[in-house]
């Protein structure tokens, strides 16, 4: 998968895209994370990218060239498998098919919302462009005739787009086939199934007198797989228990959920 992500702060992204899963991920050739400065595609010798709002109010507004710039120049240089602009440090992209058209992405907390859904929805994409708001906002031309989708991570104001970016980067190339280690790992997520993921232990097995359950050093699969199901539905009744309306729930799991109700 491309990804490439329109910023004013290029930098923010740097040490997180170089380390761990993201990073491997980079350098098997799985996801190429293409950065780039709005501020290179604003005009004149100031290179502003930033003015007052029509009509007065605090703040200042991202014009709209240098971001139309910046998109036209991306999708360009995409549907042309970066040939000649590779540049040195870029990650390696292989050359996509003749005039594919990537969402084009802005992040903003007017968007809709990110779930996991929105992000299987996305890793099913080969090519992603990522537009980073700055400041008080952008000119509303760019929403009504460039950016195809808008998302929000939360019901909570940034100071920009860049973190909310680096969220779907992470939750999106992680459900990439191959980029988590075992090719099943993400399936059983938190919110992968519709509900929250059971506990987890490793060694020890017993670590300041609390000890692991008796089932999970049973090696009995069968017992075990049913004891990470009711794990699962527990924590998801507990904590968000208007995810089991939407998860895809077996008679058995039914049961169990009616012996925690009477257990109230
Ligand atoms: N920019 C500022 N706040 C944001 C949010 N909650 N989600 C996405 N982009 C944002």
Redesign the pocket.
């Known amino acids: 998968m491309r990804i490439d992500i329109l910023t004013l702060f290029p930098e923010m992204f740097s040490s997180y895209l170089a380390a761990s899963i993201l990073q491997r991920a980079q350098e098997v050739g799985l996801l190429a994370v293409h950065l780039h400065n709005i501020r290179d595609y604003a005009a004149g010798k100031h290179r502003v990218t930033d003015e007052p709002p029509y009509g007065g109010g605090g703040g200042m507004v991202l014009k709209p060239e240098p971001i139309f710039a910046a998109v036209e120049a991306v999708l360009e240089r995409g549907r042309q498998g970066d040939r000649e602009t590779r540049r040195q440090g870029d990650s390696p992209s292989p050359p996509l098919p003749l005039s594919p058209s990537p969402p084009l992405i802005l ?3 007017q ?1 809709r919302l990110f779930n996991q859904r929105v992000a299987q929805e996305l890793a099913g994409r080969e090519w992603l462009v990522l537009i980073c ?1 700055r400041y008080e906002g952008l000119d509303e031309r760019v929403r009504q005739h460039l950016v195809t989708d808008e ?4 019901d ?3 100071t ?2 860049e973190l ?1 970016a680096m969220v779907v980067v992470d939750a999106v190339a992680r459900l990439i086939p191959g980029v988590l280690g075992a090719a099943d790992a993400a399936q059983e997520d938190s919110h992968a199934t519709g509900l929250l993921e059971g506990p987890h232990y490793t060694r020890p097995e017993s670590f300041r007198g609390w000890t692991v359950p008796e089932v999970l050093r049973s090696g009995h699969a069968a017992n075990i797989a049913r004891w990470r199901r009711e794990q699962a539905l527990r924590r998801t009744w507990q904590r968000r228990p208007e995810l089991l309306l939407a998860a895809a729930l077996t008679e058995e799991d039914r049961q169990f959920l009616a012996i925690l109700a009477e257990g109230m």
């Open positions: 992040l903003t907390p968007g708001g998302i929000s991570i939360g909570y104001v940034l920009g787009g909310a």
